[in-house]
Nanobody, 115 residues
Framework: QVQPVESGGGLVQAGGSLRLSCAAS??????MGWYRQAPGKQRELVAS???????YYADYVKGRFTISKDNGKNTMYLQMNSLKPEDTAVYYC???????????WGQGTQVTVSS
């Protein structure tokens, strides 16, 4: 069983940076991804990384956010630069042990970007 735990959210001014961390206990995850949900909106995939190292980014974060993973610690990071007010949301980590696994969610961490 993988139980992700996020950390690193907070309040930052537009143009600033934050780094989110997601630690997933248990065996090495096949898939780890960052999702976000703003008030009144659906949860959306922001970035993800799979065991072989392939990454995915939503178009609206390309060039600003970088996802990485420390396999030894089974910890994923999201470096967020040039933050915009529209990046304000609760950011969730999801981890899947295998392609067929439904995955486990973290509790979420609030990111607020002020203008």
């Amino acid at each position: 069983q993988v139980q992700p735990v996020e950390s690193g959210g907070g309040l930052v001014q537009a143009g600033g940076s934050l780094r989110l961390s997601c630690a997933a206990s248990g065996i090495i995850s096949y898939f780890m991804g960052w999702y976000r949900q703003a008030p009144g909106k659906q949860r959306e995939l922001v970035a993800s990384i799979i065991r072989g190292g392939s990454t995915y980014y939503a178009d609206y974060v390309k060039g600003r956010f970088t996802i990485s993973k420390d396999n030894g610690k089974n910890t994923m990071y999201l470096q967020m630069n040039s933050l915009k007010p529209e990046d304000t949301a609760v950011y969730y980590c999801k981890a899947q042990l295998s392609p067929g696994d439904v995955g486990s969610w973290g509790q979420g961490t609030q990111v607020t970007v002020s203008s």
